[in-house]
């Protein structure tokens, strides 16, 4: 019997399946100091000790998509080792703050399966949480990633799709941030004095700035998460592949737009919820990302009048600037787009 291990591929699957992700990790303040050197996410409550006490936090908490990135690094050599491509997202709820020297764990349960027409993969659904040392959950997400078969002449399970909400109800949104005193929140330091009145739906903001991605630096960040999918550094393999070279972690692109989003939305201060999002087209190494983003809902959130949430439509692209909002191409998306990320954000009131 092996000792190493190859990975689950889609033929180890089964509806029902639980796993219990290994290993525990506990998110340091260098892990954050790292993570902003590679993204370089400005939000002020995240950025400041000082800042996220006034306002009411006992200190700057984790970057949301740190605590998301962290969580999924854990399910994927369990899940999706043996990945073509993780597809998308969608009832991702952000359960409350995780804080430097906070230990996170991952369990998912299996909740979809489909073999591809070419029998060569298939898709596999799983829900995935993270929870922390003390065993309160802090994230809850489903995610669905295509996963190569180990013989493609093997039986296919009963197709099964689980039934997921259009968007993450405004009512679930409230437990992912504690109350603030917007008394005490300095919108000057902040970066912007626009708070929840000022936008309005189907408002469109470009987010102006770019940002290229250096192959080390995708790299680095995907190793930070303790995430070994083979495509994202394995050039060996990955020369004999579908591209010819490393693919880029889906997950590198939206930390990248959501730090651009700053520009334009340096309030919206912490992700509540993602209600979907699709990964359009892969990014490599070399290429520029750009972002914009439009206002799809507003909500004010039950008890509460300090924050407001936002729905945003944020959307990337690669080599092309989004003065335009580029998105759609005739009735194909447009070839630039490589993310459509659809997410709940608490802003001040």
Known sequence: MTKTSAGNFFEDFRIGQEIRHATPRTVTAGDVALYNGLFGARFAVQSSDAFAAAIGF???????????????????????????????YADCRFLGPVYPGDTLNAVSEVIGLRETSNRKSGVVHVRSTGFRQDGTRVLDYVRWVMVRKRDEAAPAPEAAAPALPEAVAPDALGAACPPIDTGAYDFALAGSPHRYGDYAVGERI????????????????????????????????????????????GGHVISLARALSFNGLANAFRIAAINGGRHVAPLFAGD????????????????????????????????????????RSGEADDPAVILDLDYWVLIPR
């Open 288 to 327: 520029t990302v750009f972002a914009w983003s439009e206002v799809l809902a507003r909500a004010e959130l039950s008890g509460r009048r300090d924050l407001g949430a936002l729905r945003l439509r944020t959307v990337a692209t690669k080599d092309q600037p989004c003065r335009e909002f580029p998105l």
């Open 206 to 249: 470009d987010h102006v700035d770019g940002m290229t991605v250096e192959e080390a630096e995708h790299q680095i960040a995907t190793r930070l998460y303790q995430n070994t999918a083979r495509v994202h550094f394995n050039q060996f393999s990955e020369s004999q592949g579908r591209f010819g070279r490393r693919l880029i972690y």
């Open 58 to 88: 006992p200190r700057a908490p984790v970057d949301d998509l740190l605590v998301f990135h962290v969580v999924f690094g854990k399910t994927v050599p369990d899940i999706s080792l043996n990945a073509v491509a993780n597809l998308g």
